[in-house]
């Protein structure tokens, strides 16, 4: 098995290829001056078993066409198997066609991975991975909450309540309360089809005096969380963290939600930040010696 560090995930590739004890290959990659990417792999991958790391964080549209030369020109030398590791699965979102005339993004993304020779996929927490795991392609979607979880159990947070975004959510936050054993609920959420305004509906938190943990899949924004962090307050928490697996944190969304009364904001190096301070590296080789 051989990594190929994609130019957004240059750091976890080589955490993943420690982890897994095999050889990475350097991706030569630059930028020409109208903007398009330039991709040369610095190695013979022919017959050899690749695993191509990028996430696809914003700029979601140049990282994702790097993946896309990365995997191809892996595809051309002659690769037995590509295995893309994309930690934030760009576009994953707009996973069903809501709206007449809307193109459905994730299908795309996966049938165009397929053609540069993608075998498989691995990613994390997914947003809706049934929808993945309907594609052609082997879809591998883990979680890294109980990593986020156990981050804050070491800290000494044990007996935290955990919760999570609208009542869709609310199994990543019994995910999380399997570690922490302080109780699970959800802040009830509603979303504008239209408008995609998400607004916060009175629902009864057992929060009062306790130390509160919102766990979610993506901060981008960070409007809703914002919204639930104060919501939390207003419930009575005594302390409110925030944990999520990708943080994507547009704009100054950190500081927002710390504003809104959070006393810490985490995530995890799917997407490199100042907050990912919790490593998805393990799980990650642990699916791709199992096969994935």
């Keep these: 098995m051989i990594i190929l560090p994609g130019p957004s995930s240059q750091e976890?590739?080589?955490?993943?290829?420690?982890?897994?004890?095999?050889r990475l290959i350097p991706v030569f990659f630059k930028r020409f001056p109208d903007g398009e990417s330039y991709i040369r792999i610095e190695g013979d991958v022919k017959d050899e078993d690749v695993v191509v790391?990028?996430?696809?964080?914003?700029?979601?549209d140049e990282r994702m066409m790097q993946l896309f030369l990365i995997t191809s020109a892996a595809r051309d030398q002659g690769?037995?198997?590509i295995t893309?590791?994309?930690?934030?699965f760009g576009y994953s979102r707009q996973d069903k066609v809501f709206l007449k005339g809307?193109?459905?993004?994730?299908?795309t993304i996966v049938e165009l991975l397929k053609t540069c020779g993608v075998t498989q996929i691995v990613?994390?927490?997914a947003h809706n991975p049934s929808t993945l795991s309907s594609f052609n392609v082997p879809v591998k979607d883990l979680s890294a909450i109980p990593l986020l979880a156990r981050y804050f159990k070491d800290l000494?947070?044990?007996n935290a309540v955990s919760l999570s975004m609208g009542k869709k959510g609310a199994g990543t936050a019994e995910e999380a309360a399997k570690i922490l054993l302080g109780g699970y609920d959800y802040v009830s959420t509603r979303r504008n089809r239209y408008t995609g305004e998400v607004t916060i509906e009175e629902k009864p938190l057992e929060v009062r005096g306790k130390v509160v943990i919102f766990f979610d899949d993506i901060i981008s924004s960070g409007g809703t969380m914002i919204k639930a962090v104060a919501y939390a307050k207003k419930q009575g928490a005594l302390k409110v963290y925030v944990a999520c697996v990708h943080p994507l944190l547009m704009a100054n969304a950190k500081e927002k939600i710390i504003?809104?009364?959070?006393?810490?904001?985490?995530?995890?190096?799917?997407v490199p930040s100042q907050i990912s301070v919790v490593s998805v590296a393990s799980i990650i080789a642990e699916a791709l010696t199992q096969g994935a």
């Design 79 to 81: 690769a037995q198997k």
């Design 12 to 22: 976890l590739a080589n955490r993943l290829a420690v982890e897994l004890r095999t």
């Design 123 to 125: 990613t994390l927490d």
């Design 84 to 88: 893309a590791v994309v930690p934030y």
């Design 259 to 270: 504003e809104s009364g959070a006393d810490e904001v985490v995530g995890t190096d799917s």
């Design 156 to 158: 000494g947070f044990a």
């Design 102 to 107: 809307e193109a459905f993004s994730a299908k």
């Design 53 to 60: 790391v990028q996430t696809t964080s914003p700029p979601q």
